[in-house]
């Protein structure tokens, strides 16, 4: 009895309903829109991602191999992420997941490990580019996917994050057709971008790298969303939510330093639940 509530409690891990919903949205795209995904690649960048996660293991001396992290991450890379060179696919992973272990603050990664890879290799290398409308824009393939998301969002205690992001950048781009007498067929049309949505829900929502109050999260992701829009709409460079994640991360610890509060960790929740199938809180 103890075996299955134990196993109970360690799937309600908020992460295996991130990897269930990255990989159907991978599954929809190869058999359904064949966008380009090479199955090579994404099995290269998974296995690169595992590999790096367990020689952090050891290097940073952590009692466990968790392997569900670097699942996440490297589904979010292979979605978004396009080159035709192997090479720069494994490199992708690597730096990725290398990122979680080197680039520390105060016990909280610095950067998303899928947008740190992207930026990196975007700035690095011409062979890289973001896939930014992979999904089409039909409203009810965005509607299903942000439902989709915002399952793994509430489950994941962030839901504030994306929810303030999509308000943010859906207020400038409506503002900005208004300002412009543009028809709201435009924005609409925007936000309807299969990579927003996936940056909305499962990018900027990472509780890793993510302020630890609900305030303090919402202040971020207007940040990003503001940033976002100037590199889109005034430099008129494209992945502006991408670039501007990169940058404003540099803001999550002085908004930690002025808004205090627990720092998230996957693990806390599952331990509190098995403890608690064994009489032990």
Known sequence: ???????????????????????????????????????QYALLIVITALVVQFAGTLYAKLPRFDPLSPLITSLSLTLLLRTDEAAIAALAAGLAIGSKFLLRFRGKHIFNPANFALVSLMLLSDRVWVSSGQWGSAALGAFALACLGFLVLTKAKRAETTIAFIVFYGALLFGRALW??????????????????????????????????????????????????????????????????????????????????????????????????????
Request: charged share 15%.
């Open 1 to 39: 009895m103890n075996t299955r509530n134990g196993l109970l409690a360690t799937l309600r891990d908020p992460r295996y309903y991130q990897i269930a919903v990255l990989s159907l949205l991978l599954g929809y795209g190869i058999a359904v829109l064949d966008f380009g995904i090479r199955w």
């Open 180 to 281: 412009l007498d543009y028809p709201f067929s435009i924005p609409l049309h925007q936000v309807q971008n299969g990579a927003l949505l996936i940056f909305a829900f499962f990018m900027i929502s990472d509780p890793r790298t993510t302020p630890n109050t609900a305030i303090g999260r919402v202040l971020h992701a207007g940040l990003v969303a503001s940033v976002a829009y100037t590199i889109q709409f005034v430099f008129y460079q494209p992945n502006g939510p991408i670039l501007a994640l990169i940058i404003c991360a540099l803001t999550v610890p002085l908004i930690d330093m002025f808004m205090q509060g627990r720092i998230y960790r996957w693990e806390q929740v599952v331990d509190r639940r098995i403890s608690s199938t064994k009489g032990v809180f």
